[in-house]
């Protein structure tokens, strides 16, 4: 039987360290150990086949039984690819994030913002055969939390995407284009690379845009490309 | 080429896509059912660096069925919460042996994924089983020389196919974590 071909390891400084000082609850959560670097086997090269048979497809969060939620409505859209530019097909989206006011749908916030009977804020999409995704929402409002004095998180929306390989597995976050709390955001900038952090900020689109409906913002989404050589130095 | 895009926290919120039955694999409706094997269950504590139980993790599974297949009859993808006290539970078969790199075979194992808040990257490590004879020559257990480290990936039987991996995040008993 043949290796499966390794999935390729990072860039130096394109991700975030599981020690980000300033990240507060990052002090006794990440291993001192250093992690151990194994060469990838099936384990690491296949992945669950998500189909929207058994994970239904929601690409609506605009909404709850045909009621507005508040908010400006967006369309949020982009193209997932691996480090070659090649489409991933099938991938399974799954996206979570805080309602117009800034509050999630989650007992657990107590943030004093109201919450919206017409907003849940979770969504699941699949990429089509170009890589492509898309869904509508609203955009969400920043919220206090307690890594500093006075820290608001950004706005964002939360990303788990599932490609063909567990060692693809990420979850991430978008970001929106001219938010001042980017300057500011400890979690943003545990990114070294200054090219790798502007690549988690959408951008406005008016080809996504829809006349008299809402605005585009596009997000496009790097997984890990496979080695050239099935031979992966360790 | 274009780098991977950043990963970034899960944060504590991410129970809006908690689905509380995923973490049993024999779930009906999830395919598996009548799928031969050994029933099992794998449950877990995990904890910070100064032992306190992580209440917020999302934690995920990966593994072959009993015949050691991925995704061919049996759909090995699982998801928990941790709950108040740390701890994870799913409900599963026990995978068989799956081939390594090379002529290598590997031992039965689950394939752990630790998200959450204050981990910017999601951790990875291991489920093997205690007293599997694979053991002794599985290429990556063997990458760990010290026994009280290689012991932090090998699940402990609890009688009636109830198995148990702590997880230790951070100093004493430190959990071997896996750069995948």
Known sequence: MTDPTAYRRPLPGTQPPLDAPAYGSTHKRHPKQPLLRIPHTLTETSAPRMSPDRYPVQADMSQVNGKGALGERIIVAGRITDEDGRPQRGVMVEVWQANASGRYHHPRDQHDAPLDPNFEGRARIFTDEDGRYSFLSIKPGAYPWRNHWNAWRPIHIHFGLHGAGFAQRMITQMYFPGDPLLELDPIFHATPDKAARERLVSKFDLQITKPEWALGYRFDIVLRGREATPFEKA | MIPATASQTAGPYWHMIDFPEWADLLRPGSGNEG?????????????DGDGAPVTDALVEIWQAGPDGEYEKGFSGFGRC???AE??????????????????????PHIEIAIFARGLMTHLVTRAYFEGEVLNATDPVLNMVEDPARRATLVATPQGDGAWRLDIRLQGEGETVFLDV
């Open chain 2, 35 to 47: 799928v031969p094997g050994e029933r099992v269950t794998l449950t877990g504590r995990i904890t």
């Open chain 2, 81 to 83: 919460a941790s709950n």
């Open chain 2, 86 to 107: 740390g701890e994870f539970r799913f409900v599963t078969l026990k995978p068989g042996p799956v081939p390594g790199r090379g002529n290598a075979m590997q031992a």
